[in-house]
């Protein structure tokens, strides 16, 4: 018997280990041999592990592709903001080429009425969680009236109560933009603050949403709020007899840190964001569009330049007068091509003095430029 060291033992250990692993490779048992001893087999050498035993790796998701967008149209949607007169904010969004038109569209603008789209999508997120259903019986008395425009007034100063549902009250407020119906959804779903954490919760963006109709429109006008202002032409009577100095404080203050303000790349975004169905169960988001596509506002607004076989479903939404200026002239919404493909557009005029047949041209030609690259 040949006597050996402890360090010739070793060396004849790894060397019989060595001739084992090249035995078992060749017989396709090496793997097992080293999985058994704890290793795992994506942690095995690709030239030593035979390729039956060679665990995949799923390759990476592709990115959606992002093209650039058109330059006709950004140059277009540049010049449009930059050339007319007061203070502008346009916003394109492709939803199927992920590129994003933006001019001044990270500046807050008055919403007026568009933030009646973030009241809908509460309502219809409630009914995704089983809270509320579209046929849910709703009723309006006097005391539910608000200011300005809300033809259901007239329903129920009738007689002094009105029943109807969430369904016709969400038709009432997004197709005819009536305020009433809109503040009876708001405080059904729990008030501005249930909106406010909607937005929050779902990742919208700088959109800000107002204290509801009646103290929106009282603060803008300089004027503390009244039930009694909800009669007939009481509000426009008390804001007429307000010292002029004080009327155009409240407005300048509102056009310059509008409450209800929101960037229109974020409401372009939102609003590509409920196509996608990532905002809304996709029978609500199917449902909401559909009733925006039936729009009776703002015919010749962003609609006025919407080609006969384009679909387009919106929201407007405009603010008070003063001295010739309108703080907020907006239209908002979701185009779409014969082939299928959609645009978030946003065009939102904070503060012009420019007439109305004018910003309709420039919303016309931001709806022009895009079906005219429409690839």
């Known amino acids: 018997m040949i006597k050996m060291g402890k360090g010739q033992y070793i060396v004849l250990a790894m060397q ?38 060679r665990i995949p790796v799923p390759p990476a998701p592709a990115p959606m592709p992002v093209f650039p967008a058109p330059a006709a149209l950004t140059a277009t949607v540049d010049a449009l903001a930059r050339e007319f007169g007061g203070v502008v904010g346009i916003s394109v969004r492709s939803l199927d080429w992920g590129w994003q038109v933006d001019a001044n569209a990270t500046r807050r603008m008055p919403q007026q009425s568009v933030s009646k789209l973030w009241v809908a999508m509460t309502v219809l997120d409630a009914r995704d969680r089983g809270r509320l259903t579209l046929d849910d019986e709703v009723t309006l008395t006097r005391e539910n009236l608000t200011v300005f425009h809300q033809p259901i007034a007239t329903l129920v100063v009738r007689d002094g109560v009105y029943r109807t549902t969430v369904r016709e009250l969400l038709l009432r ?36 949403f107002g204290p509801g109709e009646r103290l929106l429109q009282a603060g803008t006008a300089g004027l503390d709020w009244k039930s009694e202002y909800s009669m007939g032409r009481a509000f426009q009577q008390a804001r007429a ?103 978030a557009i946003a065009v939102m005029i904070g503060d012009t003095p420019r007439p109305i047949r004018e910003r309709q041209d420039l919303m016309q030609a931001v709806v022009a430029s895009v079906v005219a690259n429409h690839r």
Do not use: C
């Open 16 to 53: 019989a280990f060595t001739d084992l692993q090249r035995a078992m490779t060749l017989a396709g048992l090496a793997p097992l041999l080293l999985v058994g001893a704890g290793i795992h087999g994506q942690e095995l050498p690709e030239r030593f592990t035979p390729p039956s035993y």
């Open 173 to 208: 407020a997004m197709q005819h933009s009536d305020n009433t119906a809109n503040d009876r959804l708001l405080n059904l779903v729990g008030g501005p603050q249930a909106v406010r954490a909607f937005i929050r919760d779902k990742g919208l963006g700088d959109i800000r």
């Open 241 to 343: 007899q307000l010292p002029p100095a004080v009327r155009r404080a409240a407005f300048d203050a509102y056009v310059a840190d509008p409450v209800d303000g929101a960037a229109p790349a974020a409401i372009a975004l939102a609003l590509a964001r409920l196509k996608a169905g990532e905002v809304l169960a996709p029978s609500s988001a199917r449902w909401l569009m559909t009733v925006m596509e039936a729009s009776r506002t703002g015919k010749m607004r962003l609609r006025g330049a919407v080609p006969a076989d384009w679909s387009f479903g919106h929201k407007t939404g405009t603010g008070q007068d003063l001295g010739g200026r309108t703080a907020g002239y907006n239209d908002v919404g979701i185009l779409t091509a014969p082939d299928g493909k959609s645009y």
